[in-house]
């Protein structure tokens, strides 16, 4: 497996510098990366946009959901996307409940953003990406990122042409975070971070998604020296203990370093690992709950592929272990079969914190103390936004097109009242919408039901968080709690405003 670390020697890239210094447009229609290069004319490209590869996508590999099912998705998580804050706030068991069945193609960035923070950081610092776009950056991680750009998804038709669009954009997004973490650089990891996230939106958004990811998600992982991910190896050679004892003892004997194997799983939260449906799962899931969505992929691969004692007969030693996990048998890693496992894991996030804790003493005494230390880790996006509240106007879906109004303002309020009056003289009980079963249901699904209505503003403002219990699991018949306590009440919370988009993102 390869090792990963800030900088690694490679063949000469052509310089992108020159291409991104121009400001190509991010809407210019020249057509896609892979028809400039002209792969269209022999290769067909997938749904998610890869023309080949391990990652393409197979209906061996993915779950096809339903047109019908999708738009009913949609709706919800429109609904959603209008009111973040009540429901992350009062329903937030049900956001974790959608992510876990995926969130629709449509509204994945959308939805990525807000999950992440990136939308309320974004709006909270307006120009500075922009600014930091313009600063020709620091020789040093230009020139490594330049040479890491073709290694990238060079199957997917965003990055399959050097120095096109998605190049450009993936150049920029990592140039501008070395400005704006001087202290941490670059680190390879970070470029498959990006560019899953570019392929879901704008540089822009990506650029603030990915300062999300490796501040609050992912803290240290990608810092000089790599103590995170190496104390997160350790946590996780913990947890394996609890979950499969068989795979823990084998890993053991054969003294075989969870950094060996655990190093590209973590830092590109299997994006270079898993058939791409499955990813796209994952990473649903991740930015809901956190780090320990991570930390159950990792143990279901390694209890799948180390945990019968047939298994390990095929590897009597280090080598032909290490060979079986650099090939994962597909079956393991199907989007159905996958997501089904990993919310069977019983690891939660206080179970991660409670192993960090023991491990990090260990460390301390075998090796001192850290040489960087990372801000503390958050576990979701629920704790996200509590530790940093939003402002109202933070959280508004900002239109990327905008219509001028061809009547004038007078005629369009005579327009406005008329139609007001004849409403008044209608009114319709709306009809209740027949809720579609899910073709994929989760371990003890709750049985279909008709759409709940969006949380009421009745609620008393001085009303405190409730403390959740630690079940963490699809198998109880109550809501899957959050992990951790709850914070001190906020500003947030006193809020007994829903915020409403009067117009539509269309950015899709």
């Given amino acids: 497996m390869a090792k990963i670390e800030n900088g690694r020697q490679s063949a000469d890239t052509g310089s992108i510098r020159t291409i991104s210094s121009s400001h190509v447009d991010d809407e210019s229609s ?23 590869g391990a990652q393409q996508y197979s209906e ?123 202290e941490e650089g670059y680190c390879q990891a970070q470029a498959p971070i990006a560019a899953v996230l570019l392929m879901h939106m704008p540089a822009e958004d990506a650029f603030w998604g990915l300062v999300q990811i490796c501040e609050k998600y992912l803290p240290g992982y990608y810092s000089p020296g790599l103590e995170a991910i190496q104390l997160d190896g350790e946590i996780l050679f913990a947890l394996l203990r609890r979950v499969s004892p068989l795979a823990f003892r084998h890993l053991e004997k054969h003294k075989i370093d969870p950094i060996l194997y655990m190093t590209e799983w973590f830092m590109c939260a299997f994006s270079r690992t898993l058939p791409w449906a499955s990813v796209l799962r994952v990473w649903d899931m991740f930015l809901c709950d956190g780090v320990k969505i991570i930390f159950r992929v990792g143990l279901v691969l390694l209890k799948c592929m180390l945990g019968t004692r047939e298994k390990l007969k095929a590897c009597q030693g280090q080598y032909e272990t290490m060979e079986l996990l650099r090939a994962i048998e597909p079956r393991y890693m199907q989007e159905g079969f996958l997501v089904r496992e990993i919310l069977e894991v019983p690891v939660t996030a206080r179970d991660v914190e409670r192993v960090h804790h023991s491990q990090l003493k260990r460390w301390k005494k075998n090796r001192g103390e850290l040489n960087f230390k990372p801000p503390p880790r958050m576990h979701g996006a629920r704790l996200i936004m509590l530790a940093e509240p939003p402002r109202h106007q ?61 949380p009421s503003d009745s609620t008393s403002s001085t009303q405190e968080l409730k403390p959740q219990t630690e079940t963490d699991s699809l198998h109880q018949q109550t809501e899957p709690p959050t992990d951790l306590p709850p914070a001190k009440e906020s500003a947030l919370q006193r809020s007994t405003q829903s915020l409403s988009s009067t117009e539509q993102d269309t950015y899709l």
């Fill in 30 to 52: 020249l057509g896609s990366d892979s028809e400039i290069n002209g792969f269209t004319s022999d290769r067909q490209t997938d749904k998610y946009g890869f023309i080949g």
């Fill in 394 to 454: 933070d959280l508004q879906q900002n239109p990327t097109i905008v219509l001028e109004a061809s009547q004038p303002a007078s005629q369009l309020k005579k327009g406005k009242e008329e139609k007001k009056s004849k409403k008044k003289k209608s009114v319709k009980k709306p009809q209740p919408v027949k809720e579609i079963p899910n073709p994929y249901p989760l371990p003890n699904d709750p049985p279909p039901s008709d759409p709940p209505a969006p």
């Fill in 60 to 182: 061996e590999s993915a779950q096809d959901v339903p047109p019908e099912v999708l738009r009913q998705r949609e709706v919800k998580w429109l609904d959603m996307l209008s009111h973040w804050d009540k429901w992350m706030i009062k329903r937030f068991n049900k956001v974790r409940l959608r992510c876990q069945k995926g969130i629709p193609p449509a509204l994945r960035g959308r939805a990525w953003l807000y999950l992440s923070g990136g939308k309320v950081k974004k709006e909270q610092n307006q120009g500075k990406f922009q600014e930091l776009d313009s600063q020709p950056g620091d020789p040093k991680w230009v020139d490594v990122i330049e040479k890491d750009l073709h290694r990238q998804f060079p199957f997917h038709e965003m990055f399959v042409s050097r120095g096109g669009h998605g190049q450009q954009d993936l150049f920029r997004v990592l140039k501008a975070y070395t400005l704006y973490r001087p």
